[in-house]
């Protein structure tokens, strides 16, 4: 068999409960991002763009969409007769049958699958950031240094650190001390979840804590490396990141995208995002329509005002409705006469007409005031909204509702309707 220099594992297994409804049915690296992809395409896009022409995609939670989104890796030149895309879901063993109970445990139970190839190196990503990367320069640093183990990390905001796996270093990026999400950083040198091993170093630790409870990379793995005397090095990244696990970042990111200067651009010519694409028809725009600084999706169609907004593919937008700093997402369709004002609106949704989202003043949330935040209402897959109704800001609905779930047609800030049998 043909040896791989590196090889990449993709952790796409995540819940993204902070999310809350548009993660109900689907894993949040298959959530729609910019009109046309899902974010699960910025990494394996990375994968292909720096020459890795080998990747496990490790799923769990909701996996549907995303394995027929990533199929046998046509859109990434990812169908290989060696290597290619895998995907990797948990599955039943001899002595055992057991969930992956953490990113490191994901790892250990798909070691047959990394000795397969037989790699120098291991590439470990999570399937849930919004960035570019050229991996092969951060593989230079990782040999340059004779390292065992790189992090990936960037500078961030003193105040956000305790957020993140914190990394210090001497003046030759030699890591000193990693400190998994502390309460008092001694850095903002932020760890992204991003990995490069020496496959024999990695091998090693993933059996030395085989046993561990909920095995993580973050609390086990690199500590185990770095008292055990290998050599780490932190390799600075100054590009754009993101981090799309909440509403009010998801829908930022989102936001960012409509710039007149896109600080992250999806147009670079050398560096392209690549995506499952749908044969859909053109899209038409009406002769009384008015679109402003913003990204329409293929079979779209409008005939009203759309400003600030990232609409996906084959959505409909009604005569008299004006849609501002909202994101929706395909197949959705909205009827005449309606108000979004930052509305999130997942995949194949029916919004009736004379609606209006986003109303009054913001309020807390009454079903969670950590996810339901920054004034949007959030409307999850698959929903159906009646003619005629208001709704307010930090709200939630997720499945068929009627008229009688409004009181006097309304829905207040910070209240929520989930349908028995759908998930917050």
């Not at 470990?124 to 570019?132: A, E, N, T």
């Amino acid at each position: 068999m043909i040896r791989k220099e590196m090889i990449a594992m993709l952790l796409a297994g995540g819940q993204g409960s902070r999310l809350g409804v548009l993660t109900a049915n689907v894993a949040k690296p298959a959530v729609a991002f910019g009109g046309k992809y899902r974010i699960i395409d910025f990494p394996l896009s990375n994968c292909i763009n720096s020459g890795i022409d080998t990747v496990g995609v490790l799923t769990q939670y909701q996996p549907l969409q995303l394995n027929s989104h990533i199929g046998i890796g046509i859109p990434w030149d990812l169908d290989r007769n060696h290597g290619g895309v895998t995907v990797l879901p948990p599955y039943e063993k001899n002595d055992s049958s057991e969930w992956y109970t953490g990113t490191a445990n994901a790892i250990y139970q798909n070691l047959s699958y990394i000795e397969s190839y037989n790699p120098e190196y291991v590439l470990i990503l999570s399937g849930d950031h919004i960035y570019k990367m050229d991996y092969e320069v951060m593989l230079d640093f990782h040999k340059e240094n004779h390292a065992d183990v790189t992090i990936a990390a960037m500078p961030v905001p003193m105040e956000e650190a305790s957020r993140f796996g914190i990394v210090v270093t001497d003046e030759n990026k030699k890591i000193k001390e990693f400190e998994e999400k502390p309460e008092k950083p001694s850095s903002n040198l932020a760890s992204m979840g991003i990995y490069i091993f020496t496959w024999s170093v990695l091998r090693e630790a993933l059996i030395a804590k085989k046993d561990q409870g909920n095995c993580d990379f973050g609390k086990h793995i690199i500590p185990y490396c770095h008292e055990g005397g290998k050599r780490l090095f932190a390799y600075e990244y100054n590009g754009y990141w993101k981090d799309v696990g909440t509403l009010g970042s998801y829908w930022e990111a989102n936001m960012e995208l409509v710039d007149l200067i896109p600080e992250f651009n999806l147009y670079e010519e050398y560096w392209k995002i690549y995506t499952k694409i749908d044969n859909a028809e053109p899209q038409y725009i009406s002769q009384d329509s008015v679109i402003e600084k913003s990204i329409i999706g293929d079979g779209t169609e409008i005939f009203g005002e759309v400003y600030n907004s990232v609409i996906g593919a084959g959505v409909t937008i009604g005569k008299g409705t004006v849609v501002r700093d909202s994101i929706i997402m395909k197949d959705t369709c909205i009827g005449e006469n309606c108000v979004l004002e930052k509305a999130i609106i997942a995949e194949n949704c029916k919004i009736e007409s004379d609606v209006s989202l986003g109303v009054g003043d913001e309020a807390k949330s009454k079903l969670n005031d950590q996810i339901y935040a920054f004034g949007l209402v959030t409307i999850g897959e698959n929903s159906y909204i009646p003619s005629n109704v208001k709704i307010g800001k930090n709200t939630a609905i997720s499945g068929t509702t009627k008229s009688e779930d409004y009181p006097d047609g309304m829905l207040a800030g910070g209240e929520y309707i989930i349908k028995a049998g759908e998930d917050k």
